[in-house]
């Protein structure tokens, strides 16, 4: 009997020592870095939209009328973003992520005027918008929440997660100016600014949200490579009707909307773990 217990524990006693060590090697915390690109889309269109006469006609007693043009604003296509996240599995299948994120978002503006009203000086309003720098946009993303494993310990790790914080954009996506002319000290006058739309508040701090579902694999020990589906929604400033001409206190009729972003990251995620004395 105390042979064949004997034989039992030399069994028992490997067996468990590998599954505590398969245990062991579940990750539990990575840091991660994601790359990918964002879609494109259109962000406002504002029709009929009047432009204030600038220039002073040959017979002072009257005035020009405003020309009236449709405005246009797009997000480029195909602009990159990059991810750096940490996650801490406080079991096999639950864990808490965090992560930081940049947009590299660009827009594009669009002119058509609709009805010109005299004003010689107007043309050169519409067709500079599109050229005219209207700064960057791009976004820096801050946001944490939960992830969900529920293969822990396989060849592949499919998992899912929702985030949400907050998302802040140099400039805001509804301010719209036109600049021409020429440049001052080039023989002829400064540049002259027409201010269209403009945002009071700027650069704002605004809510985001994100749901995302991906797939990750062991590629070396201490090392992870995933693939990742998420859609991002983010608060955008948006143009939502015409004002009645620029100046004299005019308010732009903005609205904040959340926009979603659909996008596929690539990456790789740093295991964190001790073991027999190392790190890696």
Known sequence: MIRRLGMLMSLVVP????????ANDVPKTLIG???????GGSLWEVPNQPITAISTPPNPTSHYPPDVVDLRRDLQPRRPVLSVHGTRFVNSHLGYTAEFDYLAFQTTDACTVVQHGGDPALGAVCDSIPVTSQGPRATTVLQAGLILRPLSGSVLQPYVEGLAGFASTANSTATLTSTFGHAAGAGGSAPLIVNIYQDPRGNTLRPTWTLAAGLATAAT????VHVELRDSWIAQSIVTGATQGQGHGEVTPIQSTFRGFMSVLFGFDV???KQRGKRY
């Open 271 to 273: 295991v964190l773990a």
């Open 15 to 22: 067996t468990a020592a590998l599954v505590a060590q398969s």
């Open 221 to 224: 020990q201490g090392l992870q």
């Open 33 to 39: 870095v994601s790359f990918g690109v964002l879609p």
